[in-house]
């Protein structure tokens, strides 16, 4: 394992065990409405505190893009991505679907990711270029060629309805051209369920970086293909993503690209 990545799953474990602690009593949480539907506990910041302490201990010249923290030392070649419980809302709730999302970009480009999910002590590891792993175990996209017989993850809009209707039209067409859609509520675990192969696809709209930047590498050494709606890499500065293996890939953008506006493609470029 590469020596950043080892550091890095190490500040996963710790902000895992950070929440795994937290949720045998999340009703004493304190809870703050950062917006509308968008929640932020001592959990979420106790987390990414706990991340970026060990990262900079080891690294104390690397930046944090962190979803609390917002930007540090952003001028440094090597950026850490972080979102410290990527399913909040989930977790809020008891529902078992949430995780920490660690990724590092050097130079522009994303070289490591971690995913781990603390419910189901599942870890999730890419190295550019060395392929992705599931606890130590080499995983590869899913191999279906058809988008009809295709599972795929989505996550619906709610905080910002901007492009809800472009959303609704795209599901629309979704639902009717898959045998399932899924909507698990954890974009990273969406994106690393791709790159294991338990799903065939995944898709959203308006995405932050630290909410796809692990998962899309992931995604990409397990063999798949990440982009945007016109099938270009504007994915991590967007916000909107589109991930699968390559057969099924260039069938989601026919079935999602039509139904962006020109306004919005000029937007989304």
Same mark, same amino acid.
């Given at each position: 394992?590469?020596?950043? /990545?080892?550091?890095a799953?190490?500040?996963?474990?710790e902000?895992?065990?950070?929440?795994?602690?937290?949720?045998?009593?999340?009703?004493?949480?304190?809870?703050?409405?950062?917006?509308?539907?968008?929640?932020v506990?001592?959990?979420?910041?106790?987390?990414?505190?706990?991340?970026?302490?060990?990262?900079?201990?080891?690294?104390p010249?690397?930046?944090?893009?962190?979803?609390?923290?917002?930007?540090?030392?952003?001028?440094?070649?090597?950026?850490?991505?972080?979102?410290? /419980?990527?399913?909040?809302?989930n977790?809020?709730?008891?529902?078992?679907?949430?995780?920490?999302?660690?990724?590092?970009?050097?130079?522009?480009?994303?070289?490591?990711?971690?995913?781990?999910?603390?419910?189901?002590?599942? &870890?999730?590891?890419?190295?550019?270029?060395?392929?992705?792993?599931?606890?130590?175990?080499?995983?590869?996209?899913?191999?279906?060629?058809?988008?009809q017989?295709?599972?795929?993850?989505?996550?619906?809009?709610?905080?910002?309805?901007?492009?809800?209707?472009?959303?609704?039209?795209? &599901?629309?067409?979704?639902?009717?051209?898959?045998?399932?859609?899924?909507?698990?509520?954890?974009?990273?675990?969406?994106?690393?369920?791709?790159?294991?192969?338990?799903?065939d696809?995944?898709?959203?709209?308006?995405?932050?970086?630290?909410?796809?930047?692990?998962?899309?590498?992931?995604?990409?050494?397990?063999?798949?293909?990440?982009?945007?709606?016109?099938?270009?890499e504007?994915?991590?500065?967007?916000?909107?993503?589109?991930?699968?293996?390559?057969?099924?890939?260039?069938?989601?953008?026919?079935?999602?690209?039509?139904?962006?506006?020109?306004?919005?493609?000029?937007?989304?470029?």
């Amino acid at each position: 394992m590469h020596p950043m /990545l080892i550091n890095a799953v190490k500040a996963a474990r710790e902000a895992g065990r950070i929440i795994n602690k937290a949720s045998n009593d999340v009703g004493a949480l304190t809870i703050q409405s950062k917006d509308f539907n968008d929640f932020v506990s001592e959990v979420d910041r106790g987390a990414e505190q706990a991340i970026i302490d060990t990262l900079k201990y080891a690294y104390p010249d690397h930046g944090f893009l962190g979803e609390e923290s917002g930007n540090t030392n952003q001028e440094s070649e090597n950026i850490w991505i972080i979102d410290p /419980l990527d399913g909040t809302t989930n977790f809020l709730h008891n529902f078992p679907q949430y995780c920490v999302s660690i990724a590092l970009q050097q130079k522009g480009v994303l070289t490591q990711a971690v995913i781990y999910d603390p419910v189901r002590n599942d &870890l999730f590891t890419a190295t550019k270029g060395r392929g992705a792993f599931l606890n130590d175990k080499r995983i590869r996209v899913a191999n279906r060629s058809k988008l009809q017989t295709a599972l795929i993850s989505t996550g619906f809009p709610f905080k910002d309805f901007t492009h809800l209707d472009t959303y609704m039209a795209m &599901l629309q067409d979704m639902i009717k051209s898959t045998s399932g859609i899924r909507r698990p509520g954890s974009a990273a675990l969406d994106l690393a369920y791709v790159a294991a192969g338990y799903t065939d696809g995944f898709f959203e709209l308006n995405l932050s970086a630290w909410d796809i930047a692990a998962g899309g590498l992931l995604v990409q050494e397990a063999g798949g293909i990440v982009g945007d709606f016109e099938g270009n890499e504007s994915w991590l500065t967007t916000g909107n993503i589109v991930a699968a293996n390559p057969k099924v890939f260039s069938q989601m953008l026919q079935v999602l690209s039509p139904h962006l506006t020109p306004a919005q493609k000029t937007q989304f470029a």
